[in-house]
Nanobody
Framework: QVQLVESGGGLVQAGGSLRLSCAAS????????MRWYRQAPGKQRELVAA???????NYADSVSGRFTISRDNAKNTVYLQMNSLKPEDTAVYSC???????????????WGQGTQVTVSS
């Protein structure tokens, strides 16, 4: 009912930048919180950044000051601008949204397929 398509991952040298995008489509009435998570090999998934429908943002301490989350409500899209990348930022990044789906008449959580970000030293 809701599909999330991510793009923008890839290989970059330390100090470089990448911009991730995640577009939601389907029978969506409303999206409130949009989030980016990441999971590195052998580690637990961690919340990287979140943005509310009004634009309020939160960041993990490890990325604060380097990453910026933003959203385009008209396009149901969330972005993650990643600057000053470090090798420890290497992970699979996944987007997650809370969406109200018309046919279901309820809020639910949806995930993207994930995109690999690799930062070389």
């Amino acid at each position: 009912q809701v599909q999330l398509v991510e793009s923008g991952g890839g290989l970059v040298q330390a100090g470089g930048s990448l911009r991730l995008s995640c577009a939601a489509s389907g029978n969506i009435f409303m999206i409130n919180v949009m989030r980016w998570y990441r999971q590195a090999p052998g580690k637990q998934r961690e919340l990287v950044a979140a943005i509310g429908s009004g634009g309020t943002t939160n960041y993990a301490d490890s990325v604060s000051g380097r990453f910026t989350i933003s959203r385009d409500n008209a396009k149901n899209t969330v972005y993650l601008q990643m600057n000053s990348l470090k090798p420890e930022d290497t992970a699979v990044y996944s987007c997650n949204v809370n969406a109200f789906v018309r046919l279901r008449g309820a809020w639910d959580s949806y995930w993207g397929q994930g995109t690999q970000v690799t930062v070389s030293s």
